[in-house]
């Protein structure tokens, strides 16, 4: 808990829940990133794909824009290979897939509409994560 920021987490909370209301009330769709990010290369409309890669440009940019302004260093973790990365993101994609969506979709949208498969899929995720983070821990020994 040495890293428990409560202040900017209250704001990136605030900023993610007003952006995603902004997104449904203008666009009436849902800020899931997985299902953003699919329907750029699955959806033939020219109007979807730009609103999606927008919202892509947006997400990542917005993280440049904070780290240039708020500049943290970060001890890179060295049992972290480029290979257990992109297996770990494969992972995640398949999730998303047999779970119907992505933690965004169902955590920050699918709660807030009081989906009960959107709670189900949450409690998933929490858990899923919690038991992960156990065996890591346990059985490679990786420090947090």
Not at 85 to 107: D, F, K, N, Q, Y
């Amino acid at each position: 808990m040495e890293n428990f920021t409560p202040y900017s987490a209250l704001a990136g909370g605030i900023l993610i829940g007003i952006s995603a209301s902004i997104l449904m009330y203008l666009n009436g769709r849902v800020a899931g990133i997985s299902g953003i990010v699919s329907g750029i290369f699955n959806n033939p409309s020219r109007q979807e794909k730009l609103w999606r890669l927008a919202f892509v440009v947006g997400l990542v940019g917005g993280a440049f824009v904070y780290a240039y302004f708020f500049p943290v260093v970060v001890a890179p973790r060295e049992y972290m290979t480029t290979a257990l990365l992109v297996v770990g993101g494969l992972i995640v994609g398949v999730g998303t897939a047999m779970g119907g969506g992505c933690t965004s979709g169902h955590g920050v949208c699918g709660i807030s509409r009081f989906s009960l498969r959107s709670i189900t899929a949450t409690m998933t995720f929490l858990a899923s994560g919690i038991v992960t983070v156990y065996f890591v821990k346990m059985f490679l020994g990786a420090a947090s």
